[in-house]
């Protein structure tokens, strides 16, 4: 089966020829890198023509007006025929040549994705681990409608950060939605779910991806996380998030008292009490001014 893969990307750097570079050492044959670029300016600064350095990457501009998570993504869809596609960041880098290999190889005949393990990198925090392990466990995991009581919002997790999608099921299924903030992928997900289709979990394939949020920038990013939950009851009032914001703490705590670092539980709770706070406001942004809704989220261009 042929495979594309398509990366949004805004400031592009020398990271970026690197990852272009393992997606072309990859155990299986690549077909075009889409490069979704947003903000030709920047990607004139960066001053390397990739369509000339690497003959199967294609880039298309948009500018930051444009961008949405959900659109840019199905103008890359659309851009591609392979039967395959594989979604990433710019910030994700595969762990190993396998990882496209083993990705599509977790889509079964009634898989609509499949997602990559995340791992944290070298110099990420204690806390950033935790999560990592937490969302991205050793074991892999093929979801349904039948896991939702068990699972809950869990069932419908995937993540555009690495994921691979049967191309025949997405044009069924409508693709992406056209317009929101956050959460493309678990919209996405969720509708797959609910058609009968699965979602994989494949362990195997793995790519480093991790941040170095400030708790201000949580609260910015939970803020848009809950947006897209109050936007889409359709998805969201299934399965809360709340649940699964009581397991990470007790994760959390678990973990930090076998490594003998209960000193740092404060810390972790405040970490948690921003992105709390963050994802409320965002629950209820409707009842907040938008000069405040301006000023939190982590995504102007949205709201114009």
Same mark, same amino acid.
């Given at each position: 089966?042929?495979?594309?893969?398509?990366?949004?990307?805004?400031?592009? %750097?020398?990271?970026l020829i690197?990852l272009?570079?393992?997606?072309?050492?990859?155990?299986?044959?690549?077909?075009?890198?889409?490069?979704?670029?947003?903000?030709?300016?920047?990607?004139? =600064?960066?001053?390397?023509?990739?369509?000339?350095r690497?003959?199967?990457?294609?880039?298309?501009?948009?500018?930051?007006?444009?961008?949405?998570?959900?659109?840019t993504?199905?103008?890359?869809?659309?851009?591609?025929? $392979?039967?395959?596609?594989?979604?990433?960041?710019?910030?994700?880098?595969?762990?190993?040549?396998?990882?496209?290999?083993?990705?599509s190889?977790?889509?079964?005949?009634?898989?609509?994705a499949?997602?990559?393990?995340q791992?944290?990198?070298?110099?990420?925090? =204690?806390?950033?681990?935790?999560?990592?392990?937490?969302?991205?466990?050793?074991?892999?995991?093929?979801?349904t409608?039948?896991?939702?009581?068990?699972?809950?919002?869990?069932t419908?997790f995937?993540?555009?950060?690495c994921?691979?999608?049967?191309?025949?099921?997405?044009?069924?299924?409508? %693709?992406?939605?056209?317009?929101?903030?956050?959460?493309?992928?678990?919209?996405y997900? !969720? %509708?797959?779910?609910? !058609?009968?289709?699965?979602? $994989?979990?494949?362990?195997?394939?793995?790519?480093?991806h991790?941040?170095?949020?400030?708790?201000?920038?949580?609260?910015?990013r939970?803020?848009?996380?809950?947006?897209?939950? !109050?936007?889409?009851?359709?998805?969201?009032?299934?399965?809360?998030?709340?649940a699964?914001?009581?397991k990470l703490?007790k994760?959390?705590?678990?973990?930090?008292?076998?490594?003998?670092?209960?000193?740092?539980?404060?810390?972790?709770?405040?970490?948690?009490?921003?992105?709390?706070?963050?994802?409320?406001?965002?629950?209820?942004?409707?009842?907040?001014?938008?000069?405040?809704?301006?000023?939190?989220?982590?995504?102007?261009?949205?709201?114009?």
């Amino acid at each position: 089966m042929k495979i594309d893969i398509i990366i949004p990307i805004y400031r592009p %750097g020398r990271e970026l020829i690197s990852l272009v570079e393992k997606l072309e050492g990859q155990s299986v044959p690549v077909g075009r890198i889409i490069l979704m670029n947003t903000g030709k300016e920047f990607y004139d =600064e960066f001053g390397v023509d990739m369509e000339e350095r690497f003959p199967n990457v294609r880039v298309y501009h948009i500018t930051k007006d444009e961008f949405d998570h959900g659109e840019t993504r199905r103008r890359g869809v659309q851009y591609s025929d $392979a039967d395959i596609f594989v979604c990433m960041t710019q910030d994700a880098v595969p762990a190993d040549r396998f990882l496209v290999e083993r990705l599509s190889g977790a889509l079964g005949e009634n898989v609509a994705a499949a997602y990559a393990r995340q791992l944290p990198g070298k110099d990420s925090s =204690e806390f950033e681990r935790i999560s990592r392990h937490f969302n991205y466990p050793e074991e892999s995991r093929v979801k349904t409608r039948a896991d939702l009581e068990e699972m809950g919002i869990k069932t419908f997790f995937c993540s555009n950060v690495c994921a691979a999608y049967r191309r025949n099921i997405y044009d069924k299924l409508g %693709g992406f939605v056209r317009h929101t903030i956050f959460n493309e992928d678990m919209i996405y997900a !969720a %509708g797959a779910v609910k !058609a009968g289709y699965a979602i $994989a979990y494949a362990a195997d394939a793995q790519v480093v991806h991790s941040h170095h949020y400030t708790n201000l920038k949580q609260l910015r990013r939970n803020f848009d996380l809950g947006v897209s939950q !109050a936007e889409h009851p359709e998805v969201f009032s299934l399965a809360g998030s709340e649940a699964e914001g009581k397991k990470l703490v007790k994760e959390a705590w678990r973990f930090l008292k076998k490594e003998k670092h209960l000193y740092r539980f404060p810390g972790f709770c405040v970490q948690c009490a921003f992105k709390y706070a963050g994802y409320l406001l965002g629950k209820h942004y409707r009842s907040l001014p938008r000069s405040l809704v301006l000023r939190i989220t982590d995504n102007r261009e949205y709201w114009k």
